[in-house]
């Protein structure tokens, strides 16, 4: 089978062999999604070599839980040891021996199949089109932040990145009803969320709002996105930190313990609550879609994804 | 009067004009402490420039209030505007136009008087010595950690950094009765605390305890504080950020994202509490103090408080 591979000396399409774990589903996949992570990696930033890839839908071709062939599903990206206190409570998302889909040992999405354990799948109901069940790993991810910090109307939120995990991150927090503006940098990606009826801002303007908000959301990945954040924040607010940067970050502690600023990662999140959002079509995804291009263009397509303006680039094998 | 002033050439003892605002209280210091936030400021950092100093004890002298003339007195650092909405709501540590005793448009207590505000001024029982009041704005600040943080008997908490700021950390936790080890680098500071029943360990031996701690608070003011900080939590841990690092410090933000790290600054105080605690003896301060100085020799002073090994050093009028 096909498969978009991260190699010691760069990425490719390869053909490799269909995967054949009999304790594992396997998934033939319809259409995956090209993160930032996949971009990441494939500079060599996470270590990881194999298959690249965790945001898809695909559809059970064998599984240990026969009742489940046929079917279309997506999959929680994080696979735990199953043992560990963690796995036992349910939630395998700091398994501290995971493997996760495409990121840590374990091979991803951008290839004909994929396998991954029985539990980690979801039906996707009819009434979502691929091209929507497709977004829910980052769906969930924006959906997550609000696991770890409370929001009311009440709240004064700034989201700060308007690529796609800006843009996704605004909808899922929008629906909270917190006083929300989305800052970024180009005019035509802010104009998406504005058509949703979100306030936003470019950063020049956005920049004045000093000590203005209780929470800031940092989804932009630029380190110069954790220095807007505190400069926006007023003492003892919140900065939710989406994105990781590369390597180490420069930042001024002195700020944190002056104004005594929270700080929060945010990470994984779960896939129950995002499908039940993408059934009621409370989320506009078919504007964060830019192009879609076969498996075997994967090469080309993640140079796509990395230009500026596009925003998400699909693959179909 | 003699104080201890920071110039752009550096600092000295100097003679200087009584201070004479007729709305503020008038305070013969009778002991100050030195405190890093001191040592920061001598080298430039804060920008400030003008008597530094910011604990102390003292005897109220004049007073817009006359019912205090004459009593020994501590007095919270932050002097706010009595306008905006926090100064009305009793708590100028965050208002935007304070001033801050020897740290921010405010000349400070290494000097033979200063000012405060009579709202920021708390007698002090006869029962607490002047040599422990002194210690009360550094221990409001160690108590400080708890109303940003929930501390129960379950929590696993770890302190790191055996300084004065470290040891006063630890002590004040201990308190919660949470699961505590302080972590430094000095046998003999460590010992301080292990002979009050705190649990302790070097650094090398306390680096291999990755992913035990719910809580650790980075006392020490160095990154690789912070660094160890982050290794010793587990996802979903609590960083408490109580000392300030000198500018930029670089900072593994992918881990904060992926382990799901918050990390929660955390500055100054209430007096209240913390005169309680004095009354009640509950903490060594005695161990704390490692030399006293006349004020004429406080430059001497602070060049003893910058070398390893020195705990707390006081001043004397």
């Known amino acids: 089978m096909q498969a978009l591979r991260v190699e010691e000396k760069g990425v490719a399409v390869r053909e490799i062999e269909k995967p054949q774990r009999a304790d594992e589903a396997l998934v033939r996949v319809i259409v995956s999604g090209i993160c930032n992570t996949d971009l990441e990696i494939a500079r060599g930033y996470a270590g990881f070599q194999g298959t690249i890839g965790h945001e898809f839908v695909g559809v059970v071709e064998q599984c240990p839980d026969r009742s489940l062939v046929g079917h279309r599903v997506v999959g929680e990206i994080n696979a735990g040891c199953g043992k560990c206190a963690l796995c036992l409570a349910g939630d395998p998302r700091h398994c501290p021996t995971r493997t996760v889909l495409g990121i840590v040992g374990r091979d991803g999405a951008h290839a004909e199949y994929l396998q991954l354990p029985v539990t980690n799948l979801l039906t996707v109901s009819s009434r979502i089109p691929d091209e929507h069940a ?11 932040i609000r696991e770890r910090i409370s929001l009311s109307k009440q ?50 303007p956005a920049e004045k709002r000093v000590r ?9 990945g630029a380190a110069e996105g954790f220095a807007l954040a505190l400069k926006l924040l007023h003492p003892r607010g919140t900065l ?32 129950g609550p995002a499908l039940d ?37 699909l693959l179909r094998p």
Not at 184 to 203: C, M, N, S
Not at 212 to 220: K, L
Not at 284 to 306: G, T
């Open 277 to 313: 959002l993408l059934k009621k079509g409370a989320i506009d995804l078919d504007s964060l879609i830019s192009e879609e291009y076969p498996l075997s263009k994967a090469v080309f397509a993640l140079e796509r994804a990395n230009q500026k303006g596009v925003l998400k680039v």
């Open 155 to 204: 709240t004064r939120l700034a989201v700060i990145g308007d690529g796609k995990l800006g843009l996704l991150c605004a909808q899922a927090l929008a629906l909270s009803g917190a006083q929300l503006l989305l800052i970024g940098k180009h005019p035509e990606k802010l104009r998406i969320a504005e058509r949703l009826g979100i306030e936003t801002a470019l950063v020049a």
């Open 134 to 144: 497709v977004f829910i790993e980052p769906l969930a991810a924006a959906l997550a």
């Open 240 to 271: 939710v930190l989406k994105s990781t940067f590369h390597g180490a970050t420069e930042i001024n502690t002195a700020q944190i313990v002056v104004d005594e600023i929270s700080i929060v990662g945010s990470r994984c999140g779960r896939f």
């Open 212 to 220: 203005e908000f209780d929470v800031v959301v940092e989804a932009s």
